[in-house]
């Protein structure tokens, strides 16, 4: 063997057996590279990481000093260098440069940086480096000099990073006391008045004269919501007012000292001074913020609980649909249809449904859910409310069923294969033993096969969770004011606009003013979305295979 | 034979009512089910053929000709009418006599609603008659003494008590005062009118035979809107003695001149200074024997559409030529009527208009399109005046006897046709012809370009580089997996590749768009570095892989290899990205983008590459899992008496097993190009969506998919582009369903044939 010529070697086939190997493990690398991707840069982004300080002085300026989050580095030519506008001293044919995020948007212009790695001097990373996380404008950098009470200073130096956390704790629990004011109290009073509205409506195109006892009723319940209202606007006056009190100054580095409200801070750490621990538990609680908290700055900052529940909401409502058209349609294509031409083109037909573009599944969701029954559920029930439209619109009950659409050849397909595995001795038994077909249906063979229905359903619901292309005509929206659940009746509104997983993805990523920004947080719902559909699928692949050795044992 | 009920059964007595009555509920059940499944099922299966009909319902009335219905019909007893016109509503019509009236009349039965009071002179009479563009209403008499009156037709709508009312009214752009047209006083033959806010234009044949060019620009007043002055300027041209002008026309821009004489000429003068017209071309427009009997603008103002005495119609535009100039192109022609055109009336939103011929029949057409829509009988002996309201849904046709007809078009999509929507059209102000996708504007007069040709081109673009990516990765992976992997290996391999045929293609389309775009663009040599080492590297890690002590080599068993090779990708895959800059520098002068564009290939970040290399990652799994299953299915004794005669197992998988599970490769290959050819997340996000004739693989490209989730949430239903858009994606959805049925009934012999081997 080891004296072989190459040409003999060639001829043996074995260098192609080894391309192919290659195929294989090109095919794995990618895969596995992907993943890995995904999740290290969706997880690092929760880690509090170091703050460094750097001199910085470009040829021929005033040494700087810079403070920020080192986030990438990279070595490029000096051709493409000069095109960013940084001249490399002639023979240094290639530069190192780092992407710097120095945040402070407000006062820098940009909260990324690159900077010219031979033009920068030591890195240091100073304990007393605050990070801030704010409501508004992106993260915040630098020293935190004092604490003040409607403008007198309390505290300063390191009494004030003492001092801040509890007064932190205050402004927060204020802040949540509002929201709550404004979402809840106030949505259900817009919810009342809104009604009141429809009813006046409805009574004008009943043709009911101005000043009748409904009209006058009307008028009284309004007066109601409006005290209510007056109210509430009170209460939220002095809960702004003490929410104004506390300000912190914190110099930033081009020595600025700039003045904090702290209404308008989330959250405040010193990552150069944290320990392991104190990182991964502030770890910890970043990741929960993300998962339960609202999307704000256009979705780029904050939590994705609205997506998640979105997503999920109109997954389930899905599966309401799907599994039993699903089902009863597998049992009438595999035990009931006469089997024949016609019903192996039809087999044929919802096999390569499964393969149609989901995007021709959305416009037909929105030709004829949306603007055809949408539009004639609106005329018929919601007369009172147009022109505005309630079902005629994009909304959640019409993404569910074109998912629904979508996915039931799915289904079909996975319960006809667990119909057609079941063996012929339990069904003749049953048959022999008197029952009808339609009791050993239901008695022996759909137990049987239900671990299949189980399968194509998550098959199902993994494949909806993961479609965006159809979603973004028939109901997903950007920021949807409101949950689909709520506590006003009828509770579940089905004809309301819901975001979802994906389409955050793809609107964070590709419509967002701040990419740069918001790239590790969409790096972030990536890796949510991709657990999420990895996990379904090995679901549904484990009990397909428990299914298929149960069968086995009952065969032998 | 009786049988004794045995006295411990707890089951009723065969026979006896109590067993009567369960047996018949149990079939009733039994049936009920039956025809409960059966409905149901069959409701499924409607909904889903369902998609199909209703994609075809939409797209249909694209391709209906136009329809016209007589509305009403009735005698106005007018005589000596120039001109009518019709309004938005189909319900006022404006008629214009030689005389000097203009009278608003009822147009479903042709009562006189008002008679506007124009200014006219005493001591003159009307000579000539003149029609801005119809968007404009605006209208000019020509006096016999030089003069002109210029005039503008307006509505005003109010809702008193919630009901429409419209009110007719004329107004005076330049005042209430006539203009001298023609400074020597002469009547004025021929006389042609355009009129905006701020210019009024006039063009004047007079009896002595010059071209006299007016144009008058209003001076409004700061405080007073009714105030304001007129500054006139004039010029002449000289015409050629013998020559006789028949027809004038000014664009809508005021910046053209059309002149059509008898023997046949179009002069085409460029007005934009009215001080010096200037002659740019002056073209033999109709064969000798043939005259040209009407001459309109299309709306816009840029196409004119000349009328034959043969009752051709052609369509001219000037075209820029190489040298800058521009020259007028008979760029498309209507055929099908057979006498002289009469009157052309072009509508006013759209590149379509209608022609009425000597005869009396009337045609309706669309440019862009090349479309005849419908040609018909109108009106009885010929000559008649037509207008067509502004929603072109409406023609009132009047003839010299004062007969009136209000007729109702139904064309709602005249714009598309085969023509144009895949071969190549040459649309208005272009150099030549081409394939263009440009669905929507801000300006009002645009013509929609619905071409699909870039958009079909763009998907199959991004299939072909997807499949060139995925087919040799996915197959010859399959081959390895199936036929020569341990066992042991094989049962984590399959399911991690085809995992990632569930992986949300928007997660691949943000990576490709925004991590794998940027990093191509730096590294690009190492990009083609990593696509050319990596082969050579695998044969030549194999060949090394023989030369190793066989101590070395046994510690790993046959069907391994695909381990052995994943540390040598991954160490290729990180050089060639390190030697990236170096690789730069050394070839393409420090900036391969750059040089690229130099050598004239253009390159765009999110370009075809992109999405070849993150399409082809969609589609691998889909050919991988199906390629897998065929070779994994081709009999073990085939196989097993190949080897047994001698065989390489090279040579078994080749000439045996590859030709038994060719038909499986090619469904394979077909489910995979299905889904690349409806995929929409990746084309979206990992290209410029920029609709291009092009095959560079360093550009992007529109497709299909994206097209219609970029441009369907602002299309408005049941329009035009609606409706093209539910094209789209009936060609996808038809284009998928053939690739997956073939590879469905391939794959169902191939099962066949496997079965009775």
Not at chain 2, 328 to 341: E, G, T, W
Request: aromatic content about 10%.
């Amino acid at each position: 063997m080891s004296k072989q010529s190459v040409s003999t070697w060639f001829k043996s086939g074995s260098p192609w057996i080894w391309l192919n190997a290659g195929a294989v493990s090109i095919s794995i690398v990618m895969v596995v590279g992907l993943l890995l991707l995904i999740a290290v840069r969706g997880l690092s982004h929760f880690w509090p990481a170091d703050i460094m300080a750097l001199s910085y002085q470009e040829p021929g300026g005033e040494p700087i000093t810079l403070i920020g989050e080192l986030v990438d580095t990279e070595v490029v030519t000096a051709l493409r260098l000069k095109s960013t506008g940084v001249d490399l001293p002639s023979g240094q044919t290639t530069g190192e440069r780092h992407l710097l995020k120095v945040g402070n948007r407000d006062y820098f212009g940009l909260d990324f940086r690159w900077i010219n790695g031979s033009w920068a001097g030591e890195a240091s990373y100073p304990e007393k480096i605050v990070a801030v996380e704010r409501r508004e404008w992106g993260d915040f950098f630098g020293y935190l000099l004092e604490i003040r009470q409607q403008g007198q200073t309390i505290a300063s130096g390191d009494d004030a990073w003492a001092e801040l956390q509890q007064r932190l704790d205050r402004s927060n629990k204020l802040i949540a006391q509002i929201k709550q004011l404004e979402k809840s109290d106030i949505g259900t009073i817009n919810h009342g008045l809104e009604g009141l509205r429809l009813k006046d409506r409805k009574l004008e195109l009943e043709g009911v004269v101005a000043g009748s006892v409904q009209h006058q009723q009307i008028e009284q319940e309004r007066k109601q919501w409006n005290l209510r209202y007056a109210d509430i606007t009170k209460q939220l006056a002095v809960l702004n007012a003490a929410v104004n009190r506390d300000q912190m100054v914190i110099q930033i580095s081009d020595g600025r000292e700039v003045e904090i409200p702290l209404a308008k801070v989330v959250d405040i750490m010193r990552p150069n001074a944290m320990g392991v621990g104190q990182k991964i538990a502030t770890y910890g609680r970043e990741v929960w913020k993300f998962v339960s908290g609202d999307p704000r700055e256009a979705n780029t900052e904050g939590g994705i609980f609205p997506a998640i529940f979105g997503t999920v909401l109109m997954v389930m409502i899905m599966a309401v649909f799907v599994t039993p058209f699903g089902v009863v349609a597998a049992i009438y294509l595999k035990e009931y249809a006469k089997q024949g031409p016609i019903i192996r083109l039809i087999r044929i037909a919802v096999n390569n449904l499964a393969g149609v573009p989901s995007i021709v599944y959305g416009v037909f969701g929105l030709g004829f859910f949306v603007y055809f029954l949408g539009g004639n559920i609106d005329e018929i029930f919601f007369s009172a409310s147009l022109p505005t439209p309630t079902f005629g619109t994009p909304g959640l009950l019409w993404a569910s069923l074109t998912l629904a659409l979508l996915t039931v050849p799915v289904v079909i397909v996975a319960t006809e294969e667990g119909l057609s595995r079941i063996p012929r001795a339990i069904r003749e038994g049953s048959l022999a033993l008197g029952a009808t077909k339609a009791e050993t249906l239901w008695r022996t063979v759909l137990p049987m096969a239900a671990p299949a229905m189980m399968t194509g359903l998550i098959l199902a619901v993994a494949r909806a969770a993961g479609e965006v292309a159809p979603l973004m005509m028939v109901g997903v929206v950007k920021l949807a004011p409101a949950l689909a659940i709520d506590t006003v009746a009828p509770y579940l509104h089905l004809d309301r606009q819901f975001m979802h997983l994906g389409f955050h993805i793809y609107d964070v990523g590709f419509q967002s003013p701040n990419v740069e920004a918001a790239r590790p947080l969409v790096y972030a719902t990536a890796l949510l979305l991709v657990l999420i559909i990895i996990v379904l699928n090995m679901t549904a692949i484990s009990i397909r295979n428990r299914l298929r050795e149960n069968f086995k044992s009952t065969e032998s | 034979m009786v049988e004794q009920p045995s006295q411990a059964s707890v089951l009723p007595a065969p026979g006896s009512p109590v067993a009567r009555r369960r047996r018949a509920w149990r079939e009733f059940k039994d049936r009920a089910a039956r025809y409960g499944v059966a409905t149901g099922g069959m409701m499924v299966i409607l909904a889903i053929v369902l998609i199909f009909f209703y994609l075809f319902y939409v797209v249909f009335p694209l391709f209906n000709n136009a329809e016209i219905a007589t509305h009403a019909e009735y005698n106005t007893h007018s005589q000596n009418v120039t001109h009518v016109t019709l309004n938005e509503y189909n319900d006022i019509g404006l008629m214009l006599t030689m005389q000097g009236q203009a009278r608003f009349f009822n147009a479903n039965n042709g009562e006189v609603i008002v008679e506007a009071d124009l200014p006219l002179p005493a001591d003159s009479h009307i000579s000539s008659f003149a029609k801005g563009a119809s968007s404009t209403g605006v209208f000019a008499y020509g006096f016999a003494d030089g003069r002109a009156l210029i005039f503008k037709k307006d509505y005003k709508i109010s809702f008193p008590n919630d009901k429409r009312k419209i009110t007719p009214l004329i107004e005076f752009p330049a005042g209430k005062e006539l203009v001298r047209v023609d400074p020597q006083g002469k009547a004025l033959q021929l006389l042609s009118v355009q009129s905006s806010e701020q210019q009024t234009m006039l063009a004047g044949v007079t009896a002595d035979n010059r071209l006299v060019l007016n144009s008058l620009v209003r001076e409004q007043d700061f405080m007073d809107e009714d105030v304001f002055t007129i500054e006139q300027t004039s010029a002449e041209i000289v015409l050629a003695e013998n020559l006789q002008v028949t027809l004038l026309r000014i664009d809508i821009d005021q910046r053209e001149l059309y002149l059509a004489d008898v023997d046949g000429f179009i002069a085409y003068y460029n007005i934009e200074d009215p001080q010096s017209p200037r002659l740019i071309q002056r073209i033999k427009a109709v064969p000798t024997g043939v005259d040209i009997t009407s001459m309109e603008f299309l709306t816009g103002g840029i196409s004119i559409l000349v009328g034959r005495s043969d009752g051709q119609i052609d369509q001219w535009f000037p075209v820029r030529d190489q040298d800058n100039n521009y020259r007028l192109h008979n760029v498309r022609s209507f055929h099908d009527q057979a006498a002289a055109i009469v009157a052309i009336a072009p509508e006013h939103a759209r590149k379509g208009f209608l022609a009425l011929d000597e005869k009396g029949q009337i045609g309706i057409y669309h440019t862009t399109a090349h479309r005849t829509l419908l040609v018909e009988p109108l009106v009885e002996g010929g000559s008649a005046i037509i207008a067509v309201s502004p929603r072109a849904n409406g023609l009132l046709s009047l003839t010299a006897d004062g007969q009136a007809k209000l007729t109702l078009i139904d064309n709602e999509h005249p714009e598309v046709s085969w023509h144009s929507l895949w071969q190549e059209v040459w649309y208005e102000s272009r150099d030549q012809p081409g394939y263009v996708w440009q669905s929507s504007s801000a300006s009002d007069d645009f013509e929609p370009k619905f071409s699909m040709q870039p958009l079909t081109l763009g998907t199959i673009k991004a299939a072909f580089y997807a499949m060139l990516v995925a087919v040799p990765l996915a197959i010859m992976g399959a081959i390895y997996t199936a036929y020569f992997m341990s066992p042991t290996m094989r049962r984590v391999v399959k399911p991690t590749i085809e995992i990632m045929e569930a992986l949300p293609t928007v997660v691949l389309g943000f990576l490709a768009g925004l991590w794998l775009a940027p990093l191509v663009e730096a590294n690009l040599p190492g990009i083609f570095t990593i696509l050319i080492m990596l082969p050579i590297m695998t044969i030549l890690t194999a060949w090394a892989w023989t030369k190793l002590p066989s101590a070395w080599r046994k510690r790993i068993p046959d069907g391994w290899e695909a381990a052995v090779l994943v540390p040598i990708v991954i160490a290729v895959g990180m050089f060639s990205m390190m030697a990236s800059p170096t690789l730069e520098l050394w070839l393409f002068g420090g900036d391969m983008p750059r040089w690229l564009n130099e050598a004239g290939i253009d390159f765009d970040q999110r370009n075809s590459m992109v999405v070849g290399l993150a399409m082809g990652f969609a589609v691998i799994p889909t050919i991988f899992s199906i390629t897998e299953d065929a070779i994994f299915g081709v009999p073990k004794h085939l196989t097993i008496g190949s080897l047994a005669l001698g065989a390489t197992p090279w040579q078994t998988l080749t000439r045996v097993v590859l030709l038994t599970a060719s038909p499986g490769i090619f469904s394979a290959v077909m489910i995979g190009l299905g889904r690349a050819v409806g995929e929409t997340m990746i084309v979206l996000m990992a290209t410029g969506n920029t609709p291009i004739m092009d095959f560079n693989i360093f550009e992007g490209f529109r497709a299909l998919s994206a097209n219609i989730a970029v441009e369907m949430p602002e299309a408005a239903v049941a329009s035009t582009h609606y409706r093209i858009l539910f094209l789209t994606a009936l060609v996808l959805f038809g284009a998928t369903f053939i690739l997956n049925t073939i590879a469905e009934i391939v794959r169902q012999r191939l099962r066949n044939k496997y079965s009775s081997l």
